[in-house]
C-alpha cells in the first residue's frame, strides 16, 4: 500500500516541491541540478534513465537551456564510473525544460549524477537489488490488471480525469491488452490532479503518439484516484505499487518490461521511444 500523503505523491513525479514556472533568462552557472524521479527505490543493475531539469536561485524551475549537458555517474568514493554522457534538451509543449540521460550501471549502490556548467552539479541516486525493489523495473514482467474501461469504470469516477473528454486508452484493460500479442504501453497519470504540470500534457503526449501507430501498439491509460476529489488511490495504482506518477512501462507482447519513463516527459520523447519498442 501507497502511505505517501496525496500531496507527497502528486510532487513525488517533480523536483522536490517545485511548482510550475518558467525562468528562460537564467544563466546556466546560475542554475541547479534537480531530479524529476522518485527518490524511492526505482533503478536495478542494467539500463536507466535519470532526468534532470534546472532551477535557478529562486527555485523556479526554468523553461529553456542548452541544447546539451553533459555529465558522468560516481559512485560514493567519487570514482566515476559512466562517463562522457550526454543528454539532450527535450521542452515540446510542456513549460518546464528537462534534459533525460540514459546510462547502464552494472551494480546496486548510490551514486551521484555530476553535470558540467552549472553551479550545484550533482544528483544523488540509488540503485537496488531487484531483490529490494517492489516497483515494476526495467526487466521485471508486468502484471496484468483489469483497469477501468469505457464499458466498466471498476469503482473509478471518473474513470480518466483529462478534460475536457476522456482519452481513448480505456478500450481495453491491461489483462486483456497483455493477449494481444502486440507491444504493450501502460500510463498511469492523474492529469487532473498533478501539482507539476507534467501529468495532463503527459497523457495528450502519449494520445497523440497513439493517433499517429494505430493499432501497432496496444496502448492503455489508469488514473491515480477512485473520486473526483482525489482522496482515494485507484486500485491500479495499489496493484502496482507505486509512489509517484507519472509513469509509463513499454512491454514486449510478453509483458517484460523494456522502457519506462518517469515524473516527465515530452512529445518528442514518448515519440522516440515508441518507435524504438516497435522497431525491436
Same mark, same amino acid.
Request: net charge negative; hydrophobic share 40%.
Given at each position: ?66 541544447? #546539451?549537458?553533459? @555529465? %558522468?555517474?560516481?559512485? $560514493?568514493?567519487?570514482?566515476?564510473? &559512466?562517463?562522457?554522457? !550526454? =543528454? ?15 546510462? #547502464?550501471?552494472? @551494480? %546496486?549502490?548510490?551514486? $551521484?549524477?555530476?553535470?558540467?556548467? &552549472?553551479?550545484?552539479? !550533482? =544528483? ?18 508486468? @502484471? ?137
Amino acid at each position: 500500500m501507497i502511505r505517501t500523503s496525496r500531496r507527497q505523491f502528486l510532487l513525488a513525479g517533480g523536483a522536490a516541491a517545485l511548482l510550475v514556472a518558467c525562468g528562460d533568462d537564467a544563466k546556466t552557472s546560475d542554475l541547479s541540478v534537480v531530479l524529476r524521479n522518485t527518490n524511492g527505490k526505482l533503478f536495478v543493475p542494467g539500463e536507466s534513465r535519470l532526468a534532470i531539469s534546472l532551477v535557478d536561485s529562486t527555485q523556479t524551475l526554468v523553461g529553456t537551456g542548452p541544447k #546539451t549537458l553533459q @555529465a %558522468a555517474v560516481v559512485d $560514493q568514493q567519487g570514482k566515476e564510473v &559512466v562517463g562522457k554522457l !550526454t =543528454a539532450d534538451l527535450h521542452a515540446d509543449k510542456i513549460p518546464q525544460a528537462y534534459w533525460p540521460f540514459r546510462f #547502464t550501471i552494472p @551494480a %546496486a549502490g548510490f551514486y $551521484q549524477l555530476r553535470v558540467d556548467g &552549472v553551479s550545484s552539479t !550533482t =544528483a544523488n541516486f540509488g540503485v537496488f537489488d531487484p531483490r529490494e525493489v517492489t516497483m515494476p523495473y526495467i526487466g521485471s514482467v508486468l @502484471a496484468p490488471f483489469d483497469t477501468p474501461t469505457v464499458a466498466d469504470h471498476r469503482g473509478v469516477e471518473p474513470y480518466c480525469s483529462l478534460t475536457p473528454n476522456p482519452c481513448p486508452l480505456h478500450d481495453v484493460t491491461l489483462t486483456d491488452a497483455l493477449k494481444t500479442g502486440k507491444p504493450v504501453v501502460y500510463m498511469i497519470g492523474t492529469p487532473a490532479h498533478c501539482q507539476t504540470g507534467a501529468c495532463a500534457p503527459a497523457l495528450e503526449f502519449l494520445v497523440a503518439t497513439h493517433a499517429r501507430v494505430g493499432d501497432a501498439v496496444t496502448m492503455v491509460h489508469a488514473d491515480v484516484y477512485a473520486d473526483n476529489a482525489g482522496t482515494t488511490f485507484a486500485p491500479a495504482v495499489v496493484a502496482v505499487g507505486i509512489d509517484y506518477e507519472p509513469v509509463v512501462y513499454f512491454c514486449k507482447p510478453d509483458g517484460t518490461i523494456v522502457d519506462r519513463l518517469d515524473g516527465i516527459w515530452d512529445q518528442a520523447e514518448i515519440d522516440q521511444r515508441v518507435d524504438a519498442l516497435t522497431a525491436a
